[in-house]
């Protein structure tokens, strides 16, 4: 049974009828008493909340009886209808326990995807299953590792796949987020459908609307002819919006636009587009603390993020490094045609103890240039250490040279904190490099956009962009 709570006779019929339509039985209250009322009578499935009950608007009686109902059933999905004014409170909805917040007027299609996929979240959460059981329910090809931290995060995605929750995917650089995104898509009621990645970092924000709304023939200068967006392109799929906490405040609003009522307009045009695509972002930045500083918006963050994944470094999950390498291995031996490739025992067991602060990434580009390098089909330990510290040994002769700008070592830890790092790395590059801003954002392993954005944070001047 739906409970909805609504004062307005009118709301409280079109719910009703719709929810009936779609096999619910519902009951409805008009406020804070009658919600009481009903509560000691039956327990209902969900909750649909309505912020407000009187003729104040600002939203404090739906605020006040949600904490109530928290209260009187603490596990009890709740899903606030709230104006676009009061996505203020929504969010402080979102923090004193609702599930989600939709916006009036409502597509009677979102509606009722977020309340099917709240109640199927609140359903009791399984126990982590081992791997070989894991891959007899879900299609978890590319993901490797036993890992009991990684049989957690896996068994999450099978349970919140068939879902259209929006997940948001976090974790260090190289940690394999992408491929976690994928599994969510391929475990989902949308698999047959499109799975469209964007890489927000590499995207300026002059460019933002036309990429992933479009835009039509002659909207700006080069608009030479229509152009479907990744939004448009994703329709009825899943859309993967990796590095979300580099995109600036302008674009925050217009992403928000499009998650809150699934409508945007292409550049140009002043007509509407209806999508209904699954949201997946990812991060490698903590948006929490972004939020604290103002610089992430806090209702965007509550949007995307209803199911969470925190990927572990490979430092915080060692066992499966011997497993990652034996299946990089055993791809490589395909790709070069060398079918008695191997890797030693003693080298499995030396790679398990190597610090990889580049995780997965750096680890497989390692495997792939010492198979390229060694000339043995069994690859021993010595092979891996040659090959593994070769980058770190050409900076090495960078610093041997002369240059002043580079120090031999980190700071002590506590003496710095990670944004003076990345500022004094950012400008030790533009130096080395003389200001070459595509050679200092392929040194640092960023996109030029990553770069320019972070070169305004900091005020570093540039001259050269060759």
């Keep these: 049974m739906i409970l909805i709570i609504d004062d307005d006779i009118a709301i409280q019929t079109s719910l009703s009828l719709l929810f009936r339509k779609e096999g ?14 009903v509560l000691a009578e039956e327990t209902p499935e969900l909750i649909l909340l309505d912020m407000n009950f ?20 603490p596990n009890m ?7 676009w004014g009061s996505i203020d409170l929504a969010v402080e909805g979102m923090k004193a326990g609702a599930k989600d917040f939709i916006t009036k007027p409502w597509q009677n299609d979102h509606l009722v995807q977020s309340v099917r996929t709240a109640l199927n979240l609140a359903q009791t959460i399984p126990a982590s299953l ?34 259209n929750a929006p997940v948001l995917i976090t974790g260090e650089s190289g940690t394999g987020k992408e491929l976690i995104a994928e ?7 949308r698999q047959r459908q499109p799975f469209v990645k964007v890489n927000l970092g590499g995207i300026s924000s002059t460019l933002f609307e036309s990429e992933l709304f479009g835009h039509v023939r002659g909207a700006f200068t080069d608009a030479k002819t229509d152009r479907v967006g990744r939004f448009e392109l994703a329709n009825k799929g899943s859309i993967f919006l990796d590095e979300i906490g580099d995109l600036d405040p302008g674009s925050q609003v217009k992403l928000l636009r499009v998650l809150q009522d699934r409508t945007f307009e292409p550049l140009g045009s002043s007509k509407s587009r209806t999508v209904d695509v699954r949201i997946i972002c990812a991060t490698n930045r903590n948006l929490e603390e972004m939020v604290s500083k103002g610089q992430f918006r806090e209702d965007l ?19 499966d490094i011997p497993l990652l390498v034996t299946y990089f291995v ?45 000339s043995g089909d069994e690859l021993q330990a010595d092979d891996f250490e040659r090959n593994l510290t070769q980058q770190a040994s050409a900076t090495a002769l960078h610093r041997s040279a002369g240059d002043a700008a580079f120090q031999p070592s980190f700071p002590a830890v506590g003496s710095m904190t990670l944004e003076e790092m990345e500022y004094q790395m950012i400008q030790r590059a533009m130096t080395f490099h003389q200001n070459r801003v595509a050679k200092v ?26």
């Design 77 to 83: 999905p709740v899903i606030l209808i709230t104006g």
């Design 24 to 37: 619910f039985a519902v009951r409805v209250a008009d406020g804070p008493f009658d919600t009481v009322e």
């Design 130 to 163: 081992n791997r070989r059981k894991l891959d007899q329910q879900f299609r978890f090809d590319n993901i490797v590792g036993e890992d009991p931290n990684l049989l957690d995060i896996l068994t999450t995605v099978g349970r919140v796949a068939p879902t």
């Design 441 to 466: 954002a392929r040194a640092l392993g960023i996109t030029r956009f990553a770069l320019y954005r972070r070169l305004e944070k900091f005020g570093i001047s540039y001259t050269n962009e060759e």
């Design 301 to 319: 963050f509550y949007r995307i993020n209803l199911i969470s994944v925190r990927l572990p470094a490979l430092r915080e999950r060692p066992g």
């Design 54 to 73: 009187s003729v104040d608007t600002s939203g404090d009686d739906g605020l006040r009886l949600l904490r109530r109902i928290r209260e009187l059933v």
């Design 183 to 189: 599994a969510v898509h391929q475990n989902s009621r």
């Design 330 to 374: 055993n791809n490589l031996k395909t790709i070069y045609g060398r079918p008695d490739l191997r890797v030693s025992p003693l080298a499995l067991k030396w790679l398990k103890n190597l610090p990889l602060p580049g995780n997965i990434r750096q680890l497989k580009n390692g495997v792939e240039r010492t198979v390229l390098l060694s």
